[in-house]
């Protein structure tokens, strides 16, 4: 089993920065990649961006050049930077671990941008 913790989330105007963290413990061997998602109450949960274990990036379109996932393997830990929020940035932010046919899923963090 994984497990994954993110933390990092809050209130923030909008035009700030913020910087997620998602630590994984537990069975963190053979991981294919992590990634971070996001949901609004009563819409699908969107991808935001991944990392696999090569470091190869993936990016959604609507936060291209703003939001940018990195990771340190030593600490088994990925980052979400975001830069420049906007109001429409407010979800609950997801870290997601894919290892083999697996998915873990962490109990997600709370960003809340004002305008």
């Known amino acids: 089993q994984v497990q994954l913790v993110e933390s990092g989330g809050g209130l923030v105007q909008a035009g700030r920065s913020l910087r997620l963290s998602c630590v994984a413990s537990?069975?963190?061997?053979?991981?294919?990649?992590m990634a971070w998602h996001r949901q609004a109450p009563v819409k699908q949960r969107e991808l935001v961006e991944t990392?696999?274990?090569?470091?190869?990036?993936t990016t959604a379109p609507s936060t291209k050049d703003r939001l940018f996932i990195s990771g340190d393997n030593a600490k088994n830990t990925v980052y979400l930077q975001m830069y420049c929020l906007q109001p429409g940035d407010t979800d609950l932010y997801y870290c997601?671990?894919?290892?083999?046919?697996?998915?873990?899923w962490g109990q997600g963090t709370q960003v809340t941008v004002s305008s």
């Open positions: 537990g069975r963190t061997f053979s991981i294919n990649a």
């Open positions: 990392v696999t274990h090569t470091g190869h990036t």
């Open positions: 997601n671990l894919a290892q083999g046919d697996k998915n873990y």
